[in-house]
């Protein structure tokens, strides 16, 4: 039974979209052969739409041509989903593939691809993890790299990332003052516990920081044990990316600039305990606590105080050590921010209905959970959600970045909707604003507080479906309230007349310009995109504006531009040449270089950004950013 007839906006903003023609050499349909590194790409992702019989226009536009042979492009399809071969796991039922009828009398069908969850990861091609593993990058596939790889097949055998044993790691590997402050906390806590009538090796034993292993017969020292109490050297040993990292930043200050920082140096331990002891107490610190009594007693820990302990111990307990970013806990005027290495286990819809558990390190959950703090019930989200919510302050967000893999949540103290805020839309929209909905208001008003809103923001705001979402944002901007910037499930909407924000310092959260209440997007103290330039063509010894003319960089493409043929290593030369020590945009590099834009982009610019990584976005975030530039990761 044929669904629907084809209409693309049904797959706008909330879904990742692949469209292949699917013509064959006859016309009349054929399975492409690069669809299954599209299926791949999706299930080690966040899942999506293949279309074949779709194409896409130079405008990005999708136009349906159709496909006349379903019945034989449906039959190699799920011939080859089904041979292992081929495709390492089927995730699909008949359900999830759809054919829509088209006015010319073709069809189009719709493959929903959905995200595997960490047991079914890697889903990979043609027999090998190792190079038929792909992952989606805004719209592109990309192979995973040998360590991805390995990290997809860690996280699906291992329940318990922390629980082997360490073999040559031993208890002169711990650090005694971290170990006997926990122990004398458990103490203060539940001075009638069992375990502390325990020797210290088997304390250790019963907290999860030292095992025995009943088939093999080994015993000793496990991850969770040393990263809780181990002494620097002997965690950077067994994990050498490990690394933790607070930051206090000031206001005005940038990512690079800190009133505070502590980082493993030499002065501490550096092991996880300690970090959490330390950290908490600078993020608490200056928190306003309302004076009340609980029975005769003064109670001073407000909501404020249990989310911050709820979001620091997520971090740790669900951070990926052996990714090589670090865990990073940043307190900034406007915004804590805290990032943990390693995707989330179980979907971000999930993690926030809560009741849904998978802890990367179990061990180190159990560790914290037996001093009060955490929880093991799928429940630690929600509750960081739940007591910021007391305050009246936004809905926290929650987020995850795939280069580098990363979870992030940042929890600004600013209400849903300031004053402040509300009379600058009045100012600058006039009674248009005032004529809005509230879920209108809400997403122009959450564009001005944080530099810009999306579907998924709204999703965390609001308990409107995806689609209205999507309708709704089209609809402020139809209106004049937004623009939007990228495309797909990278599309975000900003205040009409403000300047696009990068999106870099979203991601290690160490950006007040993007954090901070303070510095509203349409501050006169960003300065514009060609300020920017001018000042670095300045330092370089250019003249500022236009780069067209300029003799610095016609000198440099002088040779290759006269060359019609040139081979593609020239090109790839040329391209290092002209963004060495500057940042340049497509139509920049195609004027100086005689050559065609989306050619550029899709034979050098992007793989260069994204598989060799000898280029870097000016929008990292956004790679389809209407003013996005690439320049030389050297630089």
Known sequence: MPDAVFNADLYNEDVDL???????????GALPNDVWETYSAFANTDGGVIFLGVSERPDRTLEGTGIEDTEGVLVDFWNQINNPQKVSRNLL???MVAKHPLPNGRWVL?????RATRKERPVFINGNPLTGTFKRQQ????RCTEEEVKRMLAEQTEDERDARILPGFHFDDVDMASFNAYRNRLAALKPDHPYLSASNLEFMRKVGGWRHDRETGKEGMTLAGLLMF????????AMPNYFVDYRELPIGGTKTEWVDRLTP????SGNLYDFYRSAIQRLSRDLRVPFRLEGDEREDDTGVHKALREALVNAIVHADYSARISILVVKAPGYFGFRNP???RIPIDKALEGGHSDCRNRSLQRMFSLIGLGEQAGSGIPRVLENWKTQHYRVPELWETLEPEATLIRMRTVSLLPDSTLEELRTRFGKAFEGLGEDERLAVATAQIEGFVSNGRMQQLCRLHPRDITILLKKMEDQGFLVHDGQGRGTTYRIAGTEAVDLAGAVDLGDPAVGSAHLPPSSAHLPSRSAHLDKEHQQLGMKPGCVDDDPVLLKVAEAFRSNRKAAPETTRDTILDLCRGRFLTLNELARLM????????????KPMVDTEKVLERRFPQQPNHDQQAYRTRES
Request: charged content about 30%; aromatic content about 6%.
């Open 342 to 344: 390693g995707r989330m």
């Open 110 to 114: 719709a493959i929903q691809v959905p």
């Open 139 to 142: 719209s592109g596939d990309y």
């Open 93 to 95: 039922s008949h359900p």
């Open 18 to 28: 692949e469209a292949k023609r699917a013509a064959g050499r006859d016309g009349k």
């Open 230 to 237: 181990g002494k620097h050297e002997s965690i950077h040993e």
């Open 265 to 268: 140096d030499g002065t501490w």
């Open 594 to 605: 005689n050559r065609s834009a989306h050619g550029l982009r899709q034979r050098f610019v």
